[in-house]
């Protein structure tokens, strides 16, 4: 059974920083490139950032273009975001995702983490 | 870039009803890459259809997708109690993704 689990979120200042990490079961991870799906409170889905089976390749949303970075590391099954210089409207849900069918969707989702920037 | 637009922003129906639900976007895109999700309150997207008209092994056959260009809907037969929820439409193409803002359904 395919698992995605997130972790690191919580309260934080504006300006400050944040790790998300994403641990991955129950699929063959590094076959899969990943991504990070936002949800601000009552609001819709915003895609973040994009990363390729190798890492080779990373595509950002302008919203977070130059403040976060996506990572992974294959043998440990695990995607990260590191998350820079925090902004209010960077408070979310934020999902890590798995890209399938080889079609740009997002075939398998993880429970999500909350993260709040506020002071 | 892309926007995508859904319609109606909500749709207030009864159980066992025909729910029609439009994605259109700002330009022509391949059907390949257009999907639909479903989210309930508290749970994470659920993928129902990609590559526009595909449906997710699992998913039950009174969801169906159709369209191509620009026009896109997303169609339930016959509306059951569990498919009350927000559904978003997607796209992915030139290095970005991208969602509509979803539309709801409710029980009327």
């Known amino acids: 059974e395919v698992q995605l689990v997130e972790s690191g979120g919580g309260l934080v200042q504006p300006g400050g920083s944040l790790r998300l990490s994403c641990a991955a079961s129950?699929?063959?991870?590094?076959?899969?490139?990943m991504n990070w799906v936002r949800q601000a409170p009552g609001k819709g889905l915003e895609w973040v950032s994009y990363?390729?089976?190798?890492?080779?390749?990373?595509y950002y949303a302008d919203s977070v273009k130059g403040r976060f970075t996506i990572s992974r590391d294959n043998a440990k099954n695990s995607l990260y975001l590191q998350m820079d210089s925090l902004r209010d409207e960077d408070t979310a849900v934020y999902y890590c995702?798995?890209?399938?069918?080889?079609?740009?969707?997002?075939?398998?989702w993880g429970q999500g983490t909350l993260v709040t920037v506020s002071s | 870039e892309i926007v995508l637009t859904q319609s109606p922003g909500t749709l207030s129906l009864s159980p066992g009803e025909r729910a029609t639900l439009a994605c259109r976007a700002s330009?022509?895109?391949?059907?390949?890459?257009l999907a639909w999700y479903q989210q309930k309150p508290g749970q994470a997207p659920r993928l129902l259809i990609y590559?526009?008209?595909n449906r997710v092994t699992g998913i039950p056959d009174r969801f169906s997708g159709s369209g191509s260009g620009t026009d896109f809907a997303l169609t339930i037969s016959r509306l059951e109690p569990e498919d009350f929820a927000v559904y978003y439409c997607?796209?992915?193409?030139?290095?970005?993704?991208?969602f509509g803002p979803g539309t709801k359904v409710d029980i009327k």
């Open positions: 590559g526009a008209s």
């Open positions: 990363i390729s089976t190798s890492d080779s390749i990373t």
């Open positions: 330009q022509s895109v391949s059907s390949s890459n």
């Open positions: 997607q796209h992915y193409g030139n290095s970005r993704f991208t």
């Open positions: 995702a798995r890209t399938g069918y080889s079609s740009g969707c997002f075939d398998y």
């Open positions: 129950g699929f063959t991870f590094s076959g899969y490139s």
